[in-house]
């Protein structure tokens, strides 16, 4: 009876020693750490990136202009300029004008007084002008000048020569106005049945330019 006793004793606790064998291994496997998922690889840097093209404001390089004060003012013959942009800073102008005068005709009551004045003429100018931007402030500074050969009708001529300094802005795309200032040089030479006269004008001269680069 002694050793069934004894015997059931040992048995038990091999059990119980067995069940706690069993329970470490789970608690150890429970409390294992948790593998760290990989990080993600860091985003590429902005600044490797390519950067990209600014954008050009009013790119083209051909236009057409007009003087707009002559023309609001009516100082005299209306301008107009067929612009290349040849450069990103530089532009070459060819300049038309085209101006023709009617004869005058004096009516009265009687027939027989009636007469024309003979005052028509054609007026035709026909120009270069140059344009370079050669600082940039709170706007673009241009430099150039202009050359410009007038027909009067008959023999009378005017040669202008004008050195001229100015601002330009960007309106919106495609549309520049720039304002000009600078000294002036006309020849003139008028020619009659009797004598030939000519002169020379000297002074200061302002333009206001209106572009618009359409292609």
């Known amino acids: 009876m002694k050793k069934i006793f004894l015997a059931a004793l040992t048995a ?3 059990c119980s020693y067995g069940y706690a064998q069993d329970d470490d291994d789970d608690e150890y496997e429970d409390e294992a750490p948790a593998v760290a998922a990989p990080a993600p690889a860091p985003a590429a840097s902005q600044s490797s990136a390519p950067a990209a ?3 050009q404001s009013g790119a083209g390089f051909l236009g057409l202009g007009i003087d707009l004060a002559n023309a609001i003012t009516g100082g005299g013959l209306e301008r107009f300029y067929v612009t290349i942009r040849f450069a990103p800073n530089m532009e070459l102008s060819v300049i038309l004008g085209l101006y023709h005068h009617g004869e005058t005709t004096h009516e009265t009551k009687n027939p027989s007084a009636e007469f024309d004045q003979g005052d028509d003429y054609t007026q035709l100018s026909l120009g270069v002008g140059f344009d370079m931007v050669v600082a940039q402030m709170l706007l673009p500074i241009t430099a150039g000048g202009e050359l410009i050969y007038t027909h009067w009708g008959e023999d009378d001529m005017q040669l202008t020569i004008n050195v001229l300094v100015g601002f330009r802005a960007n ?6 106005l720039t304002g000009k200032v600078g000294l002036g040089f006309d020849y003139y030479d008028e020619e009659t049945a009797a004598a030939e006269d000519s002169r020379l004008d000297v002074g200061f001269k302002t333009e206001v330019l209106l572009h618009w680069f359409f292609m």
């Open 12 to 14: 038990m606790a091999l």
């Open 53 to 55: 093209a600014p954008a």
């Open 171 to 176: 309106l919106v795309a495609n549309l520049y």
